[in-house]
């Protein structure tokens, strides 16, 4: 996956920030696909 597991655990306890491409790399290595939308509130 290329990101380590203390990273990993600090990202899903929110102690560190992920990058998109960090994101991606999750994804895929969870065979599924990144989806991010920018949707207006109103």
Do not use: H, W
């Not at 990993?8 to 999750?26: D, F, P, W």
């Amino acid at each position: 996956m290329g990101v380590s597991r203390p990273y990993l655990n600090a990202v899903s306890c929110g102690k560190k920030n992920v990058t998109l491409k960090q994101l991606e790399r999750i994804a895929d290595a969870l065979g599924m696909r990144l989806r991010i939308s920018f949707e207006d509130p109103g």
